[in-house]
Structure formats: structure tokens, C-alpha cells
């Protein structure tokens, strides 16, 4: 199974930019993406991103603000939040997996254990 580790989270005030980071032990051949889970809700699709790269999907919340893209060679996928909202605030997830990634369609395989994401003044 694949280890992800997730790195990037803090405090940001409303829009300011923060970069996520995703490292994955070994390769990844699979499709890459991201979660997040507000507290008292449930968890769910941020971006996606398939191998090796050629299609990226985003959940119609972030989409113009967040960009996903992925290293292959050093097995890492960032996601780069701008102008963040108070809404934004959450935990958010790397996953991959090993089937099809669509815009409808992204089973997860492995998760990371988070990073938390806190957008306030």
C-alpha cells in the first residue's frame, strides 16, 4: 500500500495563497488526488489529478482558484490554493488510485493523515 504523507497546512487570513504537498513512498502510477473534510461535515472531492498528468478535474468550489499538478519524478502531488475563503477551512486529504480518474469517478485506494487548513482573520 501506498504511504502518503501531506504537508503545507497553517493559518491563512482570507484571500492569501497556501501550497499543499503530497509525498507518496515509492512510485505512483496511479491517480493522485485531494479531500478535505470541514469539521461537522462530511469528507469530500477537491481535485484530481491522472497518471501521468494529462487530465485534472476540480470540484466546482475551488475550480479558477485551486490548481493541482504532480511531480513523477520525486512521486509528489501540490495543490495550490489561492484566494482562499473562511469556507475553505478544513482538513484536507491526499489519496490515490488505481482505477480511471474522471470528472464523476475517483474510488480511493490509500489516504493520507491530513493537513489542516485554517482560512480566518
Known amino acids: 500500500q501506498v504511504q502518503l504523507v501531506e504537508s503545507g497546512g497553517g493559518l491563512v487570513q482570507p484571500g492569501g495563497s497556501l501550497r499543499l504537498s503530497c509525498a507518496a513512498s515509492?512510485?505512483?502510477?496511479?491517480?493522485m488526488g485531494w479531500f478535505r473534510q470541514a469539521p461537522g461535515k462530511e469528507r469530500e472531492f477537491v481535485a484530481s489529478i491522472s497518471w501521468p498528468g494529462g487530465r485534472v478535474y476540480y470540484a466546482d468550489s475551488v475550480k479558477g482558484r485551486f490548481t493541482i499538478s504532480r511531480d513523477n519524478a520525486n512521486n509528489t502531488v501540490d495543490l495550490q490554493m489561492s484566494s482562499l475563503k473562511p469556507e475553505d477551512t478544513a482538513n484536507y486529504y491526499c489519496?490515490?488510485?488505481?482505477?480511471?480518474?474522471?470528472?464523476?469517478?475517483?474510488?480511493?485506494?490509500?489516504w493520507g493523515k491530513g493537513t489542516l487548513v485554517t482560512v480566518s482573520s
Open positions: 515509492g512510485r505512483t502510477f496511479y491517480g
Open positions: 489519496a490515490t488510485t488505481r482505477g480511471a480518474v474522471t470528472a464523476t469517478r475517483f474510488a480511493v485506494d490509500s
